[in-house]
C-alpha cells in the first residue's frame, strides 16, 4: 500500500533505494511499468525509462517480455538521447568533441603566434596544439564538477583557456555540463516535458551526468529515481550521489523485494589462453558448459572493450550457432573508410612523392584528373627527380621534371591540377576549398556530410593553419557503423556480449569476464603533459575541491550532499575506485558461476610475456589463497589446453576443400622440402625462349635475394621503393656523377686530368647541382634546406677525397668514366654463356697513344666506394687450393663480383691484363689490387651463375625482414621458412654458390 501511494499521480518525485537489480525490479520498477504503460498511451506526454547504456535498456526489456509486462508507449533512452529531448526547442548548441578539439587548438596556435609571450605559456600552447585531448578532458571535468579553470593552479594554460572560451562564444557554443546546468536552472519555470520518469542504474560514476538528470527530473510531472545502495569500493562517492537526490527529492525508502539468493556458493574457474585466438576458444567452451547448465538463466561475456577478443568470440558462437546479442559489434566502413580517402588526406598534410603515388594508385583508373598523363610515367619522372634532387616535394620534383623529361610539362600540369588546401586560412574558406577538390575528384556525397557536421564552427573567424584544420576533417570524416550477423543479433537471447558499463545493474547466472590482462581492466593511468610536480599538486587541488563541493544534508549527521550547482570531480584516483565497484559488482551480479580469462603472452608483442590484471590476481587469491606468478599463469594455460582438448564442443562447420585450396596445400609443401628449388620455389619449370641480358648489380642481388631478382626478372613486379631513405642514395650518384667529369662528359678514352683538374672538375660539377637546386627551390617559393647544404657540403667533401687518391695513380694515363657495357655475353667455360650489362665507373687504360677500344695490353677497373670500404686484398699466404678458396669467397660475399664480371667482358673484348681495384675514403692510394687471373679457379662460381640465367631457376634466400638492415619488400605475399632450411635448399640446388663453414 506504501509503494502505491509513493507512484501514484501527484505524489511528485519520490526516491527508492535497493540493493540490487531484482531488488530494484520487484520493488519499483515493475509496477512503475505497469502503471505508466496502462495511462501513457492516453497522455500527450511521452513516458520516459532513463538508463546509462543500451545494454540496461535491453536487459529491461527483457525483463518485461519475460514477466508479460507491455512496454507499449515507454521510451527507453540513454543520456544522449535524453539531451535531445531536453534540448530540441532550445536555441543551445552542443559541439561536437572534435569541435572542441578544433577550438582548443586554434587557441593554442593563436596563443602561439603572439609576441613577448612568457616562456611556460608558450611551452604551454605548444603541447595542447599538438595533442588538446589531454586539457579538454581536464576542462570538461572541471566543468562537470562546477568549477571554473582560474581556481586551478595552471597559469600557463589560462590563455589559452580563455581564447578558447571567446572561440566558444564566437561559434555559439557551450561545453555539455554548462549547458546541462543551465537547462536545469531552467526547466524549473517552464512547461513540464514529460508525463512520468524513471531513472534507475545511476550511481556514484555518473556525477558528470548530476544536472542532466535533475533537469529530465524537473521536467517530469512524476518521476521515480531508483538508488543502489553504497558500494564497498566506492562508498564516499555513492554515499555523496545518493545524500544530493535525498537532499534535493527528500528521504529515500526501501524498495521491498525478495530476498536474494544465497550465492556464498558461487563457483569460479580461471582460465588462461597462451593468445586471443586461444583465449576465444576457452571463453566458447566455457558459454556452451556453462549453457548446458540447467540453472543458466542469462550467461554475460564481459570484455574490457571492444576489440579483436570480442569478434573471435562473436564469430566463434556465430560458428556454433549459439544464438547471442553482441552490443560491441563490428565496425562497417563507410564512404571515409577507402583507401582513396586516407590517401588523398595524407597528401594534403604531406605532399610527397609516395604519398602521391598512393593517391594514385587508389583513384579509380579512368578518373578525368590524370587522363591526359600515364601514371607510371609520372611515378618514373619523379621518381627520377628525386634521386636527382633529394627534396622530397611535389612541387620542387615537377619543376625539375620540366626541365629533364621530355613528358615533365604534362606532369607539371597533371599534379598542380590537384586541388590543395590552403597553408592557412579561416573555418568557412577552409570548407569552400575542400567543397572545390571533392567536385574536383567527384566525392559528391562526401562533401555532404562534411558540410552537414560542420554546425556552428563554420562561425569561427579567426585564421589557423591546414595541419589543425585536416586533423579535425579525418575526425569528424567517420561513417564507420556497428554491425552485427544475425545469430548475434539477439537483443533478448540468453547470451548477451557486452562491456563493463553495459553489464552492471543487471542479474546474471553465469558470467564469464574476459582479457583480463594488465592495463585493460582497469584501464591504465592516462598519460599527461604536466610534468609530476604539478601533478601532484593538481591532485592536492581536486581532493580540496571534492571536499569544499560537499556539505551536511538535512537527514543529519553523516548525510553527505554536494553544494548546488557542483559536482565531485572524478580523477583518476575516483575512477579506480569506480573500476573496482563495477567489477565487484558485477561479480556479485552472478548467482552461479563465474569464469575469468586472461591471456599468457601479448598479442602485439608474443615474445613478452602478459601479466594478468589486479582483478584476476585479486579474485584468484581470495579463492586459492596463493598469488598469481608467471609460473602459475602457465600452469593455468597447460590446464586450460587440456581441457580444451578434453571438451565436447559442437564440431566447427567443415570447409570443403577447393582445388585452390588443395594446390595452396601442394605449394605448401613443396616450399619446406629438403630438395632443390622447383617451379614452386621462384623458378621457372622450361628454360626461357629467349636468354635477356642480366644486369651486373642484378647478378649480384642473385646471391643475396634471388627471390626479389626471379620476381623483378619474370613477372615484372618489384616493392614499392621507400623514398624516406633515399639520401644516402642521391649522395651517392652525386658523387660519382661529379667524378665523372674528368672525362669532359665523353664516352671514349681521353688523358687523366692531374689533381688540380680533378679537384675543379669536381667543384665546378657540384656547384651546378647546388644552383639548379636553388633555381628549382625559388620556382617553388621554397628556400634551399640546412640538411640539403649540409649533405651537399658531404657530397663535395667525399668526391674531392676519391678525385685526391685518384690523381695519385702512376704511369696510367688515359681513363674512360662511366664506362657502359653493352649486352656482353661472356663464356665462363666451355659452352657457357653469361650474357650481362652494365656500367662501371672509370677505365683506366696504360698506352703511348689515345686508345680507341678496349684491345690494350693493360686495362685498371675501378669502382668507387662513398662508404667506409676497405680494398680488395687476397693474401698470398698458404698453399693454392687455399688461396683459390680465398678468391671465391670475395665474389660470393660480394666485394668483388661486380669487378670480375666487368674484368671478364673487358677481356673478351679484347684486353689484355686486367687489374680491378675498390677505391674508397679509406683508400691511401690508387694502385690495382686483384687481377684478373687471380680469379682462374672460380670457373664454377660463374658456371653456376649462367646457368641460373638460363633454366630461371633461382630459389630464395635470406630473411623476409632484416632485423638489423634494411631489406626490400616483397611485391607479393611471402611466407617465411626457416632460414636452416633455406640455406639446405640453396646448397642442394646451387651446391657452387654455397659457402662451406670453415670459410665464414
Same mark, same amino acid.
Given at each position: 500500500?506504501?509503494?502505491?501511494?509513493?507512484?501514484?499521480?501527484?505524489?511528485?518525485?519520490?526516491?527508492?533505494?535497493?540493493?540490487?537489480?531484482?531488488?530494484?525490479?520487484?520493488?519499483?520498477?515493475?509496477?512503475?511499468?505497469?502503471?505508466?504503460?496502462?495511462?501513457?498511451?492516453?497522455?500527450?506526454?511521452?513516458?520516459?525509462?532513463?538508463?546509462?547504456?543500451?545494454?540496461?535498456?535491453?536487459?529491461?526489456?527483457?525483463?518485461?517480455?519475460?514477466?508479460?509486462?507491455?512496454?507499449?508507449?515507454?521510451?527507453?533512452?540513454?543520456?544522449?538521447?535524453?539531451?535531445?529531448?531536453?534540448?530540441?526547442?532550445?536555441?543551445?548548441?552542443?559541439?561536437?568533441?572534435?569541435?572542441?578539439?578544433?577550438?582548443?587548438?586554434?587557441?593554442?596556435?593563436?596563443?602561439?603566434?603572439?609576441?613577448?609571450?612568457?616562456?611556460?605559456?608558450?611551452?604551454? %600552447?605548444?603541447?595542447?596544439?599538438?595533442?588538446?585531448?589531454?586539457?579538454?578532458?581536464?576542462?570538461?571535468?572541471?566543468?562537470?564538477?562546477?568549477?571554473?579553470?582560474?581556481?586551478?593552479?595552471?597559469?600557463?594554460?589560462?590563455?589559452?583557456?580563455?581564447?578558447?572560451?571567446?572561440?566558444?562564444?564566437?561559434?555559439?557554443?557551450?561545453?555539455?555540463?554548462?549547458?546541462?546546468?543551465?537547462?536545469?536552472?531552467?526547466?524549473?519555470?517552464?512547461?513540464?516535458?514529460?508525463?512520468?520518469?524513471?531513472?534507475?542504474?545511476?550511481?556514484?560514476? =555518473?556525477?558528470?551526468?548530476?544536472?542532466?538528470?535533475?533537469?529530465?527530473?524537473?521536467?517530469?510531472?512524476?518521476?521515480?529515481?531508483?538508488?543502489?545502495?553504497?558500494?564497498?569500493?566506492?562508498?564516499?562517492?555513492?554515499?555523496?550521489?545518493?545524500?544530493?537526490?535525498?537532499?534535493?527529492?527528500?528521504?529515500?525508502?526501501?524498495?521491498?523485494?525478495?530476498?536474494?539468493?544465497?550465492?556464498?556458493?558461487?563457483?569460479?574457474?580461471?582460465?588462461?589462453?597462451?593468445?586471443?585466438?586461444?583465449?576465444?576458444?576457452?571463453?566458447?567452451?566455457?558459454?556452451?558448459?556453462?549453457?548446458?547448465?540447467?540453472?543458466?538463466?542469462?550467461?554475460?561475456?564481459?570484455?574490457?572493450?571492444?576489440?579483436?577478443?570480442?569478434?573471435?568470440?562473436?564469430?566463434?558462437?556465430?560458428?556454433? &550457432?549459439?544464438?547471442?546479442?553482441?552490443?560491441?559489434?563490428?565496425?562497417?566502413?563507410?564512404?571515409?573508410?577507402?583507401?582513396?580517402?586516407?590517401?588523398?588526406?595524407?597528401?594534403?598534410?604531406?605532399?610527397?612523392?609516395?604519398?602521391?603515388?598512393?593517391?594514385?594508385?587508389?583513384?579509380?583508373?579512368?578518373?578525368?584528373?590524370?587522363?591526359?598523363?600515364?601514371?607510371?610515367?609520372?611515378?618514373?619522372?619523379?621518381?627520377?627527380?628525386?634521386?636527382?634532387?633529394?627534396?622530397?616535394?611535389?612541387?620542387?620534383?615537377?619543376?625539375?621534371?620540366?626541365?629533364?623529361?621530355?613528358?615533365?610539362?604534362?606532369?607539371?600540369?597533371?599534379?598542380?591540377?590537384?586541388?590543395?588546401?590552403?597553408?592557412? &586560412?579561416?573555418?568557412?574558406?577552409?570548407? =569552400?576549398?575542400?567543397?572545390?577538390?571533392?567536385?574536383?575528384?567527384?566525392?559528391?556525397?562526401?562533401?555532404?556530410?562534411?558540410?552537414?557536421?560542420?554546425?556552428?564552427?563554420?562561425?569561427?573567424?579567426?585564421?589557423?593553419?591546414?595541419?589543425?584544420?585536416?586533423?579535425?576533417?579525418?575526425?569528424?570524416?567517420?561513417?564507420?557503423?556497428?554491425?552485427?550477423?544475425?545469430?548475434?543479433? =539477439?537483443?533478448?537471447?540468453?547470451?548477451?556480449?557486452?562491456?563493463?558499463?553495459?553489464?552492471?545493474?543487471?542479474?546474471?547466472?553465469?558470467?564469464?569476464?574476459?582479457?583480463?590482462?594488465?592495463?585493460?581492466?582497469?584501464?591504465?593511468?592516462?598519460?599527461?603533459?604536466?610534468? &609530476?610536480?604539478?601533478?601532484?599538486?593538481?591532485?592536492?587541488?581536486?581532493?580540496?575541491?571534492?571536499?569544499?563541493?560537499?556539505?551536511?544534508?538535512?537527514?543529519?549527521?553523516?548525510?553527505?550532499?554536494?553544494?548546488?550547482?557542483? %559536482?565531485?570531480?572524478?580523477?583518476?584516483?575516483?575512477?579506480?575506485?569506480?573500476?573496482?565497484?563495477?567489477?565487484?559488482?558485477?561479480?556479485?551480479?552472478?548467482?552461479?558461476?563465474?569464469?575469468?580469462?586472461?591471456?599468457?603472452?601479448?598479442?602485439?608483442?608474443?615474445?613478452?610475456?602478459?601479466?594478468?590484471?589486479?582483478?584476476?590476481?585479486?579474485?584468484?587469491?581470495?579463492?586459492?589463497?596463493? %598469488?598469481?606468478?608467471?609460473?602459475?599463469?602457465?600452469?593455468?594455460?597447460?590446464?586450460?589446453?587440456?581441457?580444451?582438448?578434453?571438451?565436447?564442443?559442437?564440431?566447427?562447420?567443415?570447409?570443403?576443400?577447393?582445388?585452390?585450396?588443395?594446390?595452396?596445400?601442394?605449394?605448401?609443401?613443396?616450399?619446406?622440402?629438403?630438395?632443390?628449388?622447383?617451379?614452386?620455389?621462384?623458378?621457372?619449370?622450361?628454360?626461357?625462349?629467349?636468354?635477356?641480358?642480366?644486369?651486373?648489380?642484378?647478378?649480384?642481388?642473385?646471391?643475396?635475394?634471388?627471390?626479389?631478382?626471379?620476381?623483378?626478372?619474370?613477372?615484372?613486379?618489384?616493392?614499392?621503393?621507400?623514398?624516406?631513405?633515399?639520401?644516402?642514395?642521391?649522395?651517392?650518384?652525386?658523387?660519382?656523377?661529379?667524378?665523372?667529369?674528368?672525362?669532359?662528359?665523353?664516352?671514349?678514352?681521353?688523358?687523366?686530368?692531374?689533381?688540380?683538374?680533378?679537384?675543379?672538375?669536381?667543384?665546378?660539377?657540384?656547384?651546378?647541382?647546388?644552383?639548379?637546386?636553388?633555381?628549382?627551390?625559388?620556382?617553388?617559393?621554397?628556400?634551399?634546406?640546412?640538411?640539403?647544404?649540409?649533405?651537399?657540403?658531404?657530397?663535395?667533401?667525399?668526391?674531392?677525397?676519391?678525385?685526391?687518391?685518384?690523381?695519385?695513380?702512376?704511369?696510367?694515363?688515359? %681513363?674512360?668514366?662511366?664506362?657502359?657495357?653493352?649486352?656482353?655475353?661472356?663464356?665462363?667455360?666451355?659452352?657457357?654463356?653469361?650474357?650481362?650489362?652494365?656500367?662501371?665507373?672509370?677505365?683506366?687504360?696504360?698506352?703511348?697513344?689515345?686508345?680507341?677500344?678496349?684491345?690494350?695490353?693493360?686495362?685498371?677497373?675501378?669502382?668507387?666506394?662513398?662508404?667506409?670500404?676497405?680494398?680488395?686484398?687476397?693474401?698470398?699466404?698458404?698453399?693454392?687450393?687455399?688461396?683459390?678458396?680465398?678468391?671465391?669467397?670475395?665474389?660470393?660475399?660480394?666485394?668483388?663480383?661486380?669487378?670480375?664480371?666487368?674484368?671478364?667482358?673487358?677481356?673478351?673484348?679484347?684486353?689484355?691484363?686486367?687489374?680491378?681495384?675498390?677505391?674508397?675514403?679509406?683508400?691511401?692510394?690508387?694502385?690495382?689490387?686483384?687481377?684478373?687471373?687471380?680469379?682462374?679457379?672460380?670457373?664454377?662460381?660463374?658456371?653456376?651463375?649462367?646457368?641460373?640465367?638460363?633454366?630461371?631457376?633461382?630459389?630464395?634466400?635470406?630473411?623476409?625482414?632484416?632485423?638489423?638492415?634494411?631489406?626490400?619488400?616483397?611485391?607479393?605475399?611471402?611466407?617465411?621458412?626457416?632460414?636452416?632450411?633455406?640455406?639446405?635448399?640453396?646448397?642442394?640446388?646451387?651446391?657452387?654458390?654455397?659457402?662451406?663453414?670453415?670459410?665464414?
Amino acid at each position: 500500500m506504501q509503494l502505491e501511494l509513493e507512484l501514484s499521480p501527484g505524489g511528485g518525485p519520490s526516491l527508492l533505494i535497493a540493493s540490487s537489480s531484482d531488488e530494484a525490479w520487484q520493488g519499483g520498477i515493475a509496477d512503475w511499468v505497469a502503471r505508466s504503460a496502462a495511462q501513457t498511451w492516453a497522455i500527450e506526454r511521452p513516458a520516459l525509462v532513463v538508463v546509462p547504456t543500451r545494454g540496461q535498456a535491453q536487459a529491461l526489456k527483457a525483463r518485461l517480455f519475460e514477466a508479460g509486462l507491455s512496454a507499449l508507449g515507454l521510451q527507453f533512452v540513454t543520456p544522449p538521447y535524453l539531451r535531445q529531448l531536453l534540448y530540441r526547442d532550445s536555441a543551445r548548441r552542443l559541439p561536437l568533441t572534435e569541435h572542441l578539439r578544433l577550438l582548443f587548438a586554434a587557441a593554442a596556435e593563436a596563443e602561439l603566434s603572439a609576441s613577448e609571450q612568457p616562456k611556460t605559456e608558450r611551452l604551454a %600552447a605548444i603541447s595542447v596544439r599538438r595533442t588538446p585531448d589531454h586539457l579538454l578532458h581536464l576542462l570538461e571535468q572541471l566543468s562537470a564538477a562546477g568549477w571554473d579553470f582560474d581556481e586551478v593552479d595552471l597559469p600557463a594554460f589560462r590563455p589559452t583557456v580563455r581564447r578558447f572560451r571567446a572561440y566558444l562564444a564566437e561559434c555559439n557554443f557551450e561545453m555539455v555540463a554548462e549547458v546541462d546546468r543551465a537547462a536545469w536552472a531552467h526547466q524549473q519555470k517552464v512547461a513540464l516535458l514529460f508525463s512520468d520518469l524513471l531513472v534507475c542504474g545511476f550511481h556514484g560514476g =555518473h556525477w558528470q551526468l548530476w544536472h542532466l538528470l535533475r533537469s529530465a527530473v524537473s521536467a517530469a510531472e512524476k518521476a521515480t529515481i531508483l538508488l543502489q545502495y553504497p558500494r564497498a569500493e566506492a562508498t564516499g562517492l555513492d554515499a555523496s550521489w545518493i545524500g544530493s537526490w535525498e537532499e534535493a527529492l527528500g528521504e529515500a525508502k526501501p524498495a521491498v523485494g525478495e530476498p536474494a539468493e544465497a550465492n556464498s556458493l558461487r563457483d569460479y574457474r580461471f582460465l588462461a589462453g597462451l593468445d586471443a585466438q586461444e583465449q576465444a576458444a576457452a571463453v566458447t567452451a566455457s558459454a556452451v558448459q556453462f549453457l548446458s547448465d540447467e540453472r543458466c538463466t542469462r550467461l554475460g561475456i564481459v570484455f574490457p572493450a571492444p576489440g579483436a577478443l570480442s569478434r573471435l568470440v562473436a564469430a566463434s558462437l556465430t560458428r556454433q &550457432s549459439i544464438p547471442h546479442f553482441d552490443a560491441t559489434g563490428q565496425k562497417l566502413p563507410g564512404i571515409f573508410e577507402t583507401p582513396v580517402f586516407a590517401a588523398w588526406l595524407e597528401l594534403q598534410r604531406s605532399p610527397r612523392l609516395n604519398v602521391l603515388l598512393r593517391f594514385l594508385a587508389s583513384l579509380q583508373p579512368d578518373h578525368a584528373l590524370f587522363a591526359s598523363i600515364h601514371r607510371a610515367q609520372i611515378d618514373k619522372s619523379l621518381r627520377n627527380a628525386l634521386g636527382e634532387m633529394a627534396i622530397d616535394d611535389l612541387a620542387i620534383l615537377t619543376a625539375y621534371a620540366r626541365d629533364h623529361d621530355r613528358a615533365g610539362e604534362a606532369i607539371g600540369t597533371a599534379v598542380q591540377a590537384i586541388q590543395f588546401l590552403p597553408e592557412s &586560412s579561416t573555418f568557412a574558406q577552409f570548407l =569552400h576549398s575542400t567543397a572545390q577538390a571533392f567536385a574536383q575528384l567527384g566525392w559528391d556525397e562526401r562533401w555532404r556530410e562534411i558540410e552537414g557536421r560542420a554546425g556552428g564552427a563554420a562561425a569561427l573567424r579567426c585564421t589557423f593553419s591546414r595541419t589543425l584544420y585536416l586533423r579535425w576533417l579525418g575526425e569528424i570524416a567517420s561513417t564507420l557503423r556497428i554491425t552485427r550477423d544475425a545469430t548475434g543479433n =539477439h537483443p533478448y537471447a540468453r547470451v548477451q556480449i557486452l562491456t563493463p558499463a553495459q553489464a552492471e545493474d543487471q542479474s546474471w547466472s553465469h558470467l564469464i569476464l574476459a582479457g583480463l590482462n594488465e592495463g585493460a581492466w582497469p584501464v591504465a593511468a592516462r598519460g599527461d603533459f604536466l610534468p &609530476s610536480q604539478q601533478i601532484e599538486e593538481f591532485n592536492r587541488d581536486v581532493q580540496k575541491l571534492n571536499r569544499a563541493a560537499t556539505r551536511r544534508g538535512r537527514q543529519g549527521e553523516g548525510h553527505v550532499v554536494v553544494q548546488e550547482g557542483k %559536482a565531485l570531480f572524478l580523477g583518476s584516483q575516483e575512477q579506480r575506485q569506480l573500476a573496482r565497484a563495477q567489477f565487484s559488482s558485477l561479480v556479485e551480479s552472478a548467482t552461479v558461476a563465474v569464469a575469468l580469462t586472461a591471456s599468457v603472452i601479448q598479442e602485439g608483442a608474443p615474445e613478452r610475456v602478459s601479466n594478468p590484471s589486479e582483478f584476476f590476481s585479486r579474485l584468484y587469491h581470495e579463492n586459492r589463497g596463493v %598469488a598469481v606468478s608467471q609460473t602459475t599463469l602457465r600452469s593455468l594455460r597447460d590446464m586450460t589446453r587440456r581441457w580444451l582438448d578434453d571438451s565436447q564442443l559442437p564440431p566447427r562447420e567443415m570447409v570443403t576443400e577447393t582445388p585452390a585450396i588443395a594446390q595452396t596445400r601442394v605449394a605448401y609443401l613443396a616450399r619446406r622440402a629438403s630438395a632443390t628449388s622447383d617451379e614452386y620455389d621462384f623458378a621457372l619449370r622450361t628454360p626461357p625462349a629467349e636468354l635477356r641480358a642480366m644486369s651486373v648489380s642484378d647478378v649480384e642481388s642473385l646471391l643475396k635475394s634471388p627471390a626479389l631478382t626471379w620476381m623483378r626478372r619474370y613477372l615484372d613486379v618489384k616493392g614499392a621503393e621507400d623514398t624516406t631513405y633515399a639520401w644516402n642514395s642521391t649522395l651517392g650518384k652525386w658523387t660519382h656523377k661529379w667524378l665523372a667529369q674528368i672525362g669532359g662528359g665523353g664516352e671514349g678514352f681521353v688523358a687523366l686530368p692531374n689533381g688540380k683538374e680533378i679537384a675543379r672538375a669536381i667543384a665546378a660539377a657540384a656547384e651546378q647541382k647546388r644552383s639548379e637546386a636553388l633555381r628549382l627551390c625559388q620556382l617553388a617559393g621554397r628556400s634551399v634546406p640546412d640538411w640539403w647544404e649540409s649533405g651537399w657540403d658531404n657530397a663535395l667533401c667525399l668526391a674531392q677525397t676519391l678525385g685526391h687518391i685518384l690523381a695519385t695513380a702512376q704511369e696510367w694515363k688515359w %681513363a674512360v668514366p662511366e664506362w657502359r657495357l653493352k649486352a656482353q655475353p661472356i663464356e665462363v667455360s666451355a659452352g657457357c654463356t653469361l650474357l650481362i650489362q652494365g656500367r662501371t665507373d672509370l677505365l683506366l687504360g696504360q698506352t703511348e697513344e689515345l686508345p680507341t677500344s678496349l684491345k690494350l695490353p693493360k686495362l685498371w677497373i675501378v669502382d668507387f666506394k662513398t662508404g667506409n670500404k676497405k680494398g680488395l686484398v687476397l693474401s698470398d699466404k698458404g698453399t693454392e687450393e687455399q688461396r683459390q678458396v680465398r678468391a671465391i669467397k670475395l665474389l660470393l660475399k660480394k666485394d668483388a663480383l661486380q669487378l670480375a664480371l666487368y674484368a671478364l667482358a673487358a677481356q673478351q673484348l679484347g684486353a689484355g691484363d686486367v687489374d680491378i681495384s675498390l677505391l674508397s675514403p679509406l683508400t691511401p692510394n690508387a694502385e690495382p689490387q686483384l687481377r684478373l687471373k687471380d680469379f682462374a679457379g672460380c670457373e664454377p662460381v660463374f658456371n653456376e651463375l649462367a646457368r641460373m640465367q638460363q633454366t630461371g631457376i633461382f630459389g630464395m634466400k635470406g630473411s623476409l625482414r632484416g632485423r638489423f638492415s634494411f631489406t626490400d619488400d616483397y611485391p607479393l605475399a611471402t611466407l617465411a621458412i626457416d632460414p636452416d632450411l633455406l640455406n639446405e635448399r640453396w646448397e642442394l640446388t646451387h651446391k657452387d654458390l654455397a659457402l662451406e663453414e670453415d670459410i665464414w
